[in-house]
């Protein structure tokens, strides 16, 4: 039989991995953060567990596209006991029955959802790559980043780098749409993923 101390032990334990989790969801695509205080790890004095989760930040500004349909994600902070799922606002269907490039791949815009369109299918406005070849800059989580453009000067030329293989898949016609994308985007073909991060 198990005693209250094993009993408090494991219980607390749980709630930690739990929380742990979610933590690192941040940052991903996720929807939602949670922030959590005063986490107190076992402690030499007894190796009793104390913590507070307060609450979940629901991080806006996050577009995706399910079943040919673009929402945009808005912030908001749920109580830890909430049921609820961080909430999405439709920014309505793809133009002229367009389905998605990728149905759920989450993408960071600039919360406005002007930049949705770039989810639904179609061609990529790119060019031939030819000899253009784009430095490795990938950051922990990301399958695919776009590098150069509008923002790095007007000589800089686009370039759709993916992470994996550490090789330059694309050239964009015109700039980049949005930086990368994270590792929910890993099994997207090239085209896909120029689809996705050059502008239309």
């Known amino acids: 039989?198990?005693?209250?101390?094993?009993?408090?032990?494991?219980?607390?334990?749980?709630?930690?991995?739990?929380?742990?989790?979610?933590?690192?969801?941040?940052?991903?695509?996720?929807?939602?953060?949670?922030?959590?205080?005063?986490?107190?790890?076992?402690?030499?004095?007894?190796?009793?567990f104390q913590g507070t989760v307060v609450g979940v930040d629901c991080v806006g500004g996050v577009l995706r596209c399910d079943d040919g349909e673009r929402f945009i994600s808005e912030s908001e902070r749920l109580p830890p006991d909430s049921h609820r799922d961080c909430p999405w606002r439709?920014?309505?269907?793809?133009?002229?029955?367009?389905?998605?490039?990728?149905?759920?791949?989450?993408?960071?815009?600039?919360?406005?959802?002007?930049?949705?369109?770039q989810l639904c299918a179609g061609p990529p406005r790119t060019v031939p790559l030819g000899d253009a070849q784009g430095e490795v800059a990938c950051d922990d989580g990301e399958s695919f980043v776009c590098r150069g453009g509008t923002d790095a000067g007007p000589n800089v030329v686009p370039l759709v780098i993916e992470c994996a293989h550490r090789r330059t898949?694309?050239?964009?016609?015109?700039?980049?749409?949005?930086?990368?994308?994270?590792?929910?985007?890993?099994?997207?073909?090239?085209?896909?993923?120029?689809?996705?991060?050059?502008?239309?």
């Open 169 to 200: 898949v694309a050239r964009c016609g015109r700039s980049c749409a949005f930086p990368a994308l994270g590792d929910d985007a890993a099994e997207l073909t090239s085209l896909a993923a120029a689809k996705l991060l050059c502008a239309d």
């Open 90 to 117: 439709s920014l309505g269907a793809c133009p002229n029955g367009r389905a998605c490039v990728a149905d759920g791949v989450a993408v960071v815009g600039d919360g406005s959802g002007a930049d949705s369109e």
């Open 1 to 48: 039989m198990k005693t209250r101390a094993h009993r408090e032990f494991f219980r607390c334990a749980r709630r930690f991995l739990c929380a742990a989790f979610l933590l690192a969801c941040d940052g991903r695509g996720c929807s939602a953060k949670r922030i959590s205080g005063d986490f107190a790890l076992l402690t030499d004095a007894g190796g009793v």
